[in-house]
């Protein structure tokens, strides 16, 4: 069965230094994986995806991930955090029919 | 309508009572889910719906859940006898279905307290 192990629970950064927020699945076949953002009583925004095209995938707001999968990592960074990068990030995969299996979240904290 | 739209936003029910929590996934959209998220618990998968056919109720966490879907389109989740530990906020979700690298969209959920 596949999983995902987001590696921080939180992770504190100053505004303008990068983000490094860790993720590592587990799947038995070629995984599809997804970055999803959740700001404070707001609903999942979808960051980015991988569905085993480029290996770098950019997605909103200036975030992108790598995958790896001689590591089985799929890590989100992103180069210059903003106030507005704080919130909870949740690592995701996917397969067959698109049962996604949710990593325990990070959340993101930016100070000025 | 453009997103995924969820009724009620919040609901605070007694213990005991049956609730029903509505979603209206995107137009077109053939697959639907629908998700809990607890404090503590993370996100638990509940329910899949391809069309109107549920191929995967696996989530379901005991049989005073049930869902179903209508026209392809609206579904409803409904809660019998709530108990405390059903507190969560309950998510919906769609994709155009089918493959497993779609975009699935959620909504922004349905919060539900039992008192």
């Known amino acids: 069965a596949q999983s995902v192990t987001q590696l921080d629970s939180h992770v504190s950064v100053s505004e303008g230094t990068p983000v490094l927020l860790r993720c590592n699945y587990s799947?038995?076949?070629?995984?599809?994986l997804f970055w999803y953002v959740q700001h404070p009583n707001k609903g999942l925004q979808l960051l980015l995806k991988?569905?085993?095209?480029?290996?770098l995938v950019k997605g909103i707001n200036g975030f992108e991930a790598e995958f790896k999968k001689s590591e089985t990592s799929f890590h989100l960074t992103k180069p210059s955090a903003h106030m507005s990068d704080a919130a909870e990030y949740f690592c995701v995969v996917s397969e067959g029919f698109q049962k996604l299996v949710f990593g325990t979240g990070t959340r993101l904290l930016v100070s000025p | 309508g453009a997103g995924v739209s969820q009724s009620p936003s919040n609901k605070v029910t007694e213990k005991g009572k049956d609730v029903e929590l509505r979603c209206d996934p995107i137009?077109?959209?053939?697959?639907l889910y629908w998700y809990r998220q607890s404090l503590g618990q993370g996100l638990e998968f509940l329910i899949y719906f391809q069309g109107n056919s549920a191929p995967d109720k696996s989530g379901l966490p005991s049989d005073r859940f049930s869902a179903e879907r209508t026209g392809g389109s609206v579904s409803t989740l409904t809660i019998q006898r709530t108990q405390q530990e059903d507190s969560a906020v309950y998510l919906c979700a769609s994709s155009p279905g089918g493959y497993s690298g779609n975009t699935i969209y959620f909504g922004e959920g349905s919060w539900l307290t039992v008192v």
């Open positions: 991988y569905t085993s095209a480029a290996t």
């Open positions: 137009s077109g959209h053939t697959a």
């Open positions: 799947s038995s076949y070629s995984p599809s």
